[in-house]
């Protein structure tokens, strides 16, 4: 053989040995969800990653998901009753009429969470990250939520109906028609730049709120009872008419 064919062979070996190679690595890369999706099976523990998973029409009312990777999740019409959820990270997670009714969730990240219809009513979400979250029509009744941060939500019809909100932060929120009749608003509850239409805050004292602004006020809904901080006045509409 020449000097130049063995030249020639010798590229064309090492030409196939980097395709091969390179084709190998592009399976194992494209292999590695598969192996990842194994988790996806597996029993609910705490610390467990269930992130990018398929969990909805499940029934897991009462496990421990403390400390859990759900990023990403799918928890559509999920029971997640009484599920202890501390520490956890839901953001991403669809929880679209899932039900997390009685959950302990103090701690848990449910930032861009996408929960219309959810029922989060006597969730128990102390200093708890909702930012940027879709809850449209999501019931909070009752929940205890002192500390967690709603900014940037979409809470459009949203109930927190007796709810503990000490100290919660609502700025920049889409809170139109959202209904907080009984909760608790004590504290330095942020509203600046929320959307108050139609936003129900009958009988309640938000005295201490900040950011609250009149032109807010006068798009929102109270009655004589409502408290509001120094320098703001009851709208000359209110009490709205009930819809």
Not at 177 to 206: I, P
Not at 221 to 238: I, K, Y
Request: hydrophobic residues 45%; aromatic residues 8%.
């Amino acid at each position: 053989m020449s000097d130049a064919a063995a030249i020639g062979s010798g590229n064309s070996r090492t030409v196939g040995a980097a395709l091969f190679g390179g084709a190998m690595g592009l399976a194992l890369v494209l292999g590695a969800p598969s192996a990842l999706a194994a988790d996806c099976k597996a029993s609910a523990e705490p610390g467990i990653d269930w992130s990018h998973c398929d969990r909805s029409n499940l029934m897991l009312s009462g496990v421990s998901l403390a400390g859990a990777d759900l990023s990403d999740t799918d928890f559509t019409l999920t029971d997640l009753r009484n599920v202890n959820l501390a520490e956890a990270n839901l953001e991403k997670a669809t929880l679209v009429r899932a039900s997390l009714a009685g959950a302990q969730a103090d701690g848990a990240s449910f930032r861009k969470v996408e929960g219309y219809r959810a029922n989060l009513s006597y969730l128990a979400a102390r200093d708890a990250a909702f930012e940027g979250g879709e809850f449209q029509r999501a019931s909070f009744d009752a929940a205890k939520l002192p500390g967690s941060r709603f900014d940037k939500a979409e809470l459009g019809r949203a109930s927190f109906r007796g709810a503990e909100l000490t100290g919660a932060r609502f700025s920049f929120a889409n809170l139109a028609r959202a209904q907080f009749t009984g909760a608790t608003l004590t504290g330095q509850l942020d509203f600046t730049g929320a959307y108050l239409y139609l936003t129900r805050f009958d009988g309640l004292d938000l005295s201490t709120a900040t950011g609250l602004e009149q032109a807010q006020l006068d798009l929102a809904c109270g009655d004589d009872a409502t408290r509001l901080p120094d320098g703001l006045q009851h709208p000359a509409n209110w009490p709205c008419p009930v819809e």
